[in-house]
């Protein structure tokens, strides 16, 4: 098998954490409460995105699933289209776009996601800090305000009736982009307290994709394209979401299934 082509690997919790002890230079980081599964392409590539994404992903219990795919595309080709942020953002004013909505067994969910766009200075920068604080949300990987220069700070978040949890977080710098294929998503159950039944994905992709294909333990599969302007919140969709440089999709498995994969398909 070519070391290009596209396959699975699946890896130990002592697995994920040597990855994030290798790429963050020796520093030992604890066990990741998870196991990751690496689609495509060259290794060296997945093994720095795995890292990137592991980092950014608050999973809820030992059931979810992180999945990075196609990144191998990102050593050039298709250029991407640069994130949509006004430039007079006022980064202490959080953007919030709902991703999705539906019920379950007679209960209202949704995912919504907080977007913080970049500050220009470290005035800036105290002030969204100071801000996120308000609102219960903490840069992941800023130790001081400076830290936040330049850089979108997102947090997502999953309502199950009258519960709220936080899902995914990650801060990036401004002009990072995806390309091509490229897919970082986690899969955790859709009910707060259930510990298998992972029915729920949430993921990000590059501007330019068209439609991702996910994938179930029965081998059926759910094909969410780009939302038009009639597209409720009901409907699956890869949506924009204010402020983000990425697109983003959510799919939720039919009661009796269970994720298996996503991807971009076009």
């Known amino acids: 098998m070519s070391a290009d082509r596209e396959r ?8 994920i954490a040597l990855l994030l002890a290798d790429a963050a230079d020796e520093v030992e980081i604890g066990i990741a409460p998870y196991q990751a599964v690496l689609r495509g392409g060259r290794r060296r590539r997945a093994r720095r995105w795995a890292v990137a994404a592991a980092t950014a992903l608050v999973l809820a219990g030992s059931s979810a699933t992180l999945a990075v795919a196609g990144l191998p595309g990102r050593d050039g080709g298709q250029v991407a289209t ?4 006004p430039a007079d953002a006022d980064p202490s004013r959080v953007l919030q ?15 919504l996601i907080d977007v913080w766009s970049a500050p220009r200075d470290e005035k800036q920068a105290e002030a969204q800090r100071a801000a996120m604080a308000l609102r219960g949300e903490t840069p992941p990987v800023a130790h001081d305000a400076s830290d936040l220069i330049g ?3 997102y947090f997502v978040y999953r309502d199950y009736g009258d ?4 899902i995914m977080e990650n801060t990036v710098p401004k002009s990072d982009t995806m390309t ?6 986690g899969s955790l159950p859709l009910q707060p307290d259930a510990k298998a039944d992972v029915r729920l994905v949430v ?3 590059a501007k330019t994709a068209q439609r991702v294909n996910c994938t179930w333990t029965n081998d059926t599969a759910t094909v969410v394209e780009k939302a038009g302007s009639a597209t409720g919140t009901d409907d699956p969709a890869i ?3 204010e402020g983000s440089p990425y697109n983003w999709f959510v799919c939720v498995a039919p009661k009796g299934t269970e994720y298996k994969t996503a991807e971009v398909i076009g």
Do not use: C, E, F
Not at 8 to 15: A, G, T
Not at 97 to 111: C, E, F, S, Y
């Open 8 to 15: 699975n690997h699946h890896m130990s919790d002592n697995d």
């Open 82 to 85: 640069q994130p949509s942020v």
């Open 97 to 111: 776009t709902t991703l999705a909505t539906g019920t379950d067994q007679g209960t209202r969910w949704r995912v």
């Open 151 to 153: 850089k979108i700070t």
């Open 163 to 166: 519960r709220t949890m936080k």
């Open 180 to 185: 091509g294929t490229d897919l970082i998503s």
């Open 203 to 205: 993921g990000y992709i």
């Open 239 to 241: 949506r924009s979401a």
